[in-house]
């Protein structure tokens, strides 16, 4: 009686567990930040200012789609705007904060994997087979979020908001520090709606979420998910249809993965009847 049995953990192993893997996560991070660092023209160039370029994938193909139209409210980004630093440390300040984010974008997978190793010990063999795949697809999640998030609301929003005006007579001069926070607050939120999924299939694991109830209060996700669409693109129907049809598949795909895990439970629980 007291006897530890071989698998279980101290609190202050778990700690010491805990410690290891948030060291290796900061790590990767810090490696992939120093690469962003040292290769500053390819991402400030090539990726951070390319959305609000006409030259631009999405920009040419809003304006093909809108000549095929016969309107040019489609076409964006043809007019870029100037970005301005006002700060005498900006520019070496943003270059910094830009690399730590790239590091923590590009290490997801490698920080997600440690995470999934800390928790892994808690959880029967069972579950682990069940939960197989979870670290590749939560990557791939929220890789095609942060691609859906660049390619698409970026430019959407870099159109609306750099050529916005109350007047005439006011010359919008984007700050950097001012582009970089819309950027990355775009694509980072986009790269976390679309972990919907993983969410759902961990809620459903615990049983806090069934398919019953996600399909009982759907009208209300769609309510949910078109103020989310809102606070996450520009103010115009196009974009917020736009991100919201995305969304909406995401979650229908979430109701699948609920019946699957309460499927697996249902087996699961009617061995332990029976023996009863």
Same mark, same amino acid.
């Given at each position: 009686?007291?006897?530890?049995?071989?698998?279980?953990?101290?609190?202050?192993?778990?700690?010491?567990?805990?410690?290891?893997?948030?060291?290796?996560?900061?790590?990767?991070?810090?490696?992939?930040?120093?690469?962003?660092?040292?290769?500053?023209?390819?991402?400030?160039?090539?990726?951070?200012?390319?959305?609000?370029?006409?030259?631009?994938?999405?920009?040419?193909?809003?304006?093909?789609?809108?000549?095929?139209?016969?309107?040019?409210?489609?076409?964006?980004?043809?007019?870029?705007?100037?970005?301005?630093?006002?700060?005498?440390?900006?520019?070496?300040?943003?270059?910094?904060?830009?690399?730590?984010?790239?590091?923590?974008?590009?290490?997801?997978?490698?920080?997600?994997?440690?995470?999934?190793?800390?928790?892994? %010990?808690?959880?029967?063999? =069972?579950?682990?087979? #069940? /939960?197989?795949?979870?670290? *590749?697809?939560?990557? $791939? &999640?929220? !890789?095609?979020?942060?691609?859906?998030?660049?390619?698409?609301?970026?430019?959407?929003?870099?159109?609306?908001?750099?050529?916005?005006?109350?007047? %005439?007579?006011?010359?919008? =001069?984007?700050?950097? #520090? /001012?582009?970089?926070?819309? *950027?990355?607050?775009? $694509? &980072?939120? !986009?790269?976390?709606?679309?972990?919907?999924?993983?969410?759902?299939?961990?809620?459903?694991?615990?049983?806090?979420?069934?398919?019953?109830?996600?399909?009982?209060?759907?009208?209300?996700?769609?309510?949910?998910?078109?103020?989310?669409?809102?606070?996450?693109?520009?103010?115009?129907?196009?974009?917020?249809?736009?991100?919201?049809?995305?969304?909406?598949?995401?979650?229908?795909?979430?109701?699948?993965?609920?019946?699957?895990?309460?499927?697996?439970?249902?087996?699961?629980?009617?061995?332990?009847?029976?023996?009863?």
């Amino acid at each position: 009686m007291g006897n530890k049995k071989p698998n279980e953990m101290s609190f202050l192993e778990h700690l010491d567990a805990l410690r290891k893997h948030l060291i290796r996560s900061i790590l990767f991070i810090i490696i992939f930040a120093f690469a962003a660092f040292f290769f500053k023209d390819f991402v400030f160039n090539d990726i951070l200012l390319a959305p609000k370029m006409p030259s631009f994938i999405t920009n040419r193909t809003m304006c093909r789609l809108s000549d095929f139209l016969g309107t040019k409210s489609l076409c964006i980004n043809q007019k870029p705007f100037s970005i301005i630093n006002i700060k005498m440390t900006g520019q070496f300040m943003t270059h910094i904060t830009v690399s730590l984010i790239i590091g923590l974008v590009v290490a997801f997978p490698f920080v997600f994997n440690e995470f999934w190793k800390f928790l892994k %010990p808690a959880l029967k063999k =069972k579950e682990i087979s #069940n /939960s197989r795949g979870a670290v *590749f697809f939560a990557s $791939v &999640l929220f !890789s095609l979020g942060a691609l859906f998030g660049y390619y698409i609301i970026v430019p959407l929003s870099m159109n609306f908001l750099g050529n916005y005006n109350v007047s %005439p007579e006011v010359v919008n =001069k984007i700050n950097l #520090n /001012s582009y970089i926070q819309t *950027f990355t607050s775009v $694509v &980072l939120a !986009s790269a976390v709606v679309f972990e919907l999924p993983v969410l759902i299939f961990f809620l459903s694991k615990i049983g806090l979420v069934t398919p019953k109830f996600l399909k009982k209060y759907r009208k209300h996700s769609l309510v949910v998910i078109l103020a989310l669409s809102a606070i996450i693109t520009p103010p115009d129907i196009f974009s917020q249809i736009l991100v919201s049809l995305p969304l909406w598949l995401l979650y229908e795909i979430g109701i699948g993965i609920s019946k699957r895990v309460e499927k697996r439970n249902a087996k699961k629980f009617l061995p332990d009847v029976v023996e009863k």
